[in-house]
């Protein structure tokens, strides 16, 4: 049978979640130099404009990636999170990718809208993790805190550095300009103009960086799924012929049952994450005011240029690595995931109350650091979910939870872009950021609605026992199919006593007496 890159054997090692890291390292990398010249650039092109600008812009992409996260979740589940890490990668970085090859801002702002469809990094990263540990439920939280702590290292790294890239042309031209070698690094004078030159060899650095992010997909990332379940015949058959146009459209398409309706329908059977959706559609509705608007608030109203808007993502980045490496391995465990999760939703909600009343700029890193206990939520409502959905289903979980979230993308740019287009030339400019807190103290009340402590693990056992023993006797069940075809019965042949079993007749009273002793079906 054929075979394809992604179809190599996997590395036995009690760390394989760790090969994941370097996929977020680059990749945010990536991103993360450009946020420190994207939004003086943004700013230049469309001036007056550029909140409705970008809120339409990540509303778009929020809603495409609301339709596509639990394709991706689900399609991982068949094909395997390596294929769909390639392809998710590929995508997100088109719009950064364009403007190192010449594109012009136009272009980037309608890849950016289009990249939504790929947005799934997470959704990957996170089931990646659960494949990779299934039964230690601490270390697995760690390993989440590890993923996101890898996602602040490079926004510790990247935009301090993007802003070093970008202003290392102007201040060399500056020097041959003035005499005495200085140059004007005032805020005002950076914060609504940025050098062509600078900002396109940011781009290149993020271009060089994609590059290496996808080799090291296609050549070194061990397939995940391979370890975290015995994997049926029809899905292996799907692994080895990824590349057979035929295969895709015979085994692959029919088999992910998607409807653009799936991110919700998941919910819809399961009280738990019902709730679960609902938190994460107040909170991130709230967090997409700080996420499309934050930076542009700082270089509009604060005049922050590359270098300062560098420092100010760089602090971020260094609070979210801080966070996830230090606090959720200790946090987390300690308290339980639903009491972590309330502390992040307070956090945020002091968070965008002080960028609220923020009038000078030294104020905003103040905003950034309580960022660090808002970072406890995503990893508290991954570990929630992993306990509650059965191992060959958790990317589409996830996917599900990823599609709120992507659905909030949609809804909060747009919402909060226009308030702030609303609110810019009034007294009080920062007051929709009052609303963002409003939303997260409302997730907050919604966290009493989930059970706590002894309540959580009785739940759980009663609303998914019944669902693990039809999953164990389904399995057993396919061990007596099996068991069928490998004694060359076919049809009703084993029914109708023309075919005679003699030594391996153990074996199949063996799984009835399985199947007899979870069930009261009588055989």
Known sequence: ????????????????????????????????????????????????????????????????????????GRLSDIVGRKPCFFVTILGSMMPVCSLALGGDVLLFVWLLAISGAFSNTFTLTFAYISDCIKDDREKRVAAYGLALATFGLSYTIGPMLGGY????????????????????????KFGDEIDLGGAKLVFIASLVLTILDLAYIWFILPESTDISLPQPE??????????NLESWRDDVIPNLNWTPLDALRIFSGDPLLAEIGRI??????????????????????????PERLGELMSAFGLCTMVAEAVLVRIIVPAVGEIRSMQYGLIAFALQCAVLAF?????????????????????????????????????????????????????????????????????????WPY??????????????????????????????YSGAASKRQREGKIHGILSFFNRSGVEDNNAYNGSHVIDESEDELVGLLSEIDSDTDIEW
């Open 434 to 463: 009052l609303l963002a807190s409003m939303f997260s103290l409302l997730a907050l009340a919604r966290t009493r609605h989930l059970p706590t402590g002894s309540d959580n693990d009785r739940y759980i056992n009663e609303k």
């Open 234 to 243: 029809g899905k292996a058959k799907i692994r080895r012929n990824l590349s």
């Open 165 to 188: 890239l970008a202003n290392s042309k102007l201040l060399v031209s500056g020097a041959l300009a003035d005499g005495d070698g200085e140059i004007g690094t005032d805020e005002e």
């Open 1 to 72: 049978s054929s075979s394809t890159v992604f179809d190599k054997p996997t590395r036995n090692t009690t760390n394989k979640h760790l090969y994941v890291l370097p996929v977020l390292l680059l990749e945010f990398l990536a991103l993360a130099i450009t946020r420190a010249v994207l939004p003086s650039l943004l700013l230049q092109t469309f001036q007056g404009r550029i909140y409705i600008v970008m809120g339409c812009t990540e509303c778009i992409r929020g809603l495409l990636a609301f339709l596509t996260c639990p394709l991706f």
């Open 358 to 430: 923020a009038f000078e700029g030294w104020q905003l890193f103040l905003c950034v650091f309580l960022s660090t206990m808002t970072n406890l939520v995503y990893p508290s409502l991954t570990s929630l979910i992993s306990h509650v959905v059965a191992d060959d289903a958790v990317g589409e979980a996830l996917g599900a939870i990823n599609g709120v979230k992507a659905l909030t993308e949609g809804i909060g740019p747009l919402l909060f872009g226009g308030l702030m287009t609303l609110s810019e030339n009034s007294r009080f400019p920062g």
């Open 280 to 305: 994460v559609l107040l909170y991130y509705t709230g967090v997409w005011a700080i996420v499309s608007t934050f930076v542009l608030y700082a270089a509009k109203r604060f005049h922050f240029g």
